[in-house]
Nanobody, 132 residues
Framework: VELVESGGGLVQPGGSLRLSCSAS????????INWVRQAPGKGLEWVSS????????YYADSVKDRFTISRDNAKNTVTLQMNSLKSEDTALYYC??????????????????????????RGQGTQVTVSL
């Protein structure tokens, strides 16, 4: 099994980057594909998920309306288009596959999506740095 991320780099605030993930060694279309990130000194943060068929997408509130996830099951690839990047988006971004999707959590009338379980497969990551 292999997940290989690419497309990271240095970008100014407000700029855009497009991350790609290429997968092999498992039945790609059977799995949710997620993007997760880890900023320096922080834990792993779920960013976005897409269902196996690619018909439903999910986003963390911190990236909603700025990031777009998509997949091409014919090519075993997933893409994360990141727009309006902020300094707080600086992190190592990983592509991760799992049979389970994110869950919705609600607290005091506020509901949000998150993926808190272990991922079945995860790549080595690509660095995204947002800075002047």
């Amino acid at each position: 099994v292999e997940l290989v991320e690419s497309g990271g780099g240095l970008v100014q605030p407000g700029g855009s980057l497009r991350l790609s993930c290429s997968a092999s060694g498992f039945t790609f279309s059977d799995y949710y594909i997620n993007w997760v990130r880890q900023a320096p000194g922080k834990g792993l943060e779920w960013v976005s998920s897409i269902t196996g068929p690619g018909d439903v997408t999910y986003y963390a509130d911190s990236v909603k309306d700025r990031f777009t996830i998509s997949r091409d099951n014919a090519k075993n690839t997933v893409t994360l288009q990141m727009n309006s990047l902020k300094s707080e988006d600086t992190a190592l971004y990983y592509c991760a596959a799992d049979s389970r999707g994110p869950l919705q959590y609600c607290r005091r009338g506020y509901c949000y999506w998150d993926h808190r379980s272990e991922y079945t497969y995860r790549g080595q990551g690509t660095q995204v740095t947002v800075s002047l």
